[in-house]
């Protein structure tokens, strides 16, 4: 990136904020306009909207608990890796 001057480790944080931000909101606005169209195709307002939303909501945080696991999996795996390397620097 030429802008940013920093390093891999916080650019890589700020991927993982902004993966996590999308996750919540995309899953929430898919959840929203499945819903809105079903209750314009079916006249069912708002019961459609409001249990997609809910739907959306739900997928979201687990969308978001996942990419936190993998986050924790992939420090864990780095702090490894680094602890096995000054082992064999020894």
């Known amino acids: 990136m030429l802008f940013f001057k920093g390093n891999k480790e916080t650019l890589d944080l700020i991927g993982n ?15 929203l306009a499945i819903g809105w ?4 195709w079916l006249g069912t ?3 459609l909207l409001l249990f997609f939303l809910c739907i959306g909501i739900a997928a979201g ?4 608990y996942e990419e936190a696991v993998r986050i924790q999996r992939g420090q ?7 602890a ?4 064999s620097e020894d």
């Open 76 to 82: 864990g795996k780095d702090a490894q890796d680094k």
């Open 17 to 31: 904020a902004a993966t996590v931000g999308l996750h919540l909101v995309c899953a929430t606005f898919i959840g």
């Open 61 to 64: 945080f687990k969308n978001v």
């Open 84 to 87: 096995d390397e000054d082992k």
């Open 45 to 47: 307002k708002p019961w």
């Open 37 to 40: 169209y079903l209750d314009d």
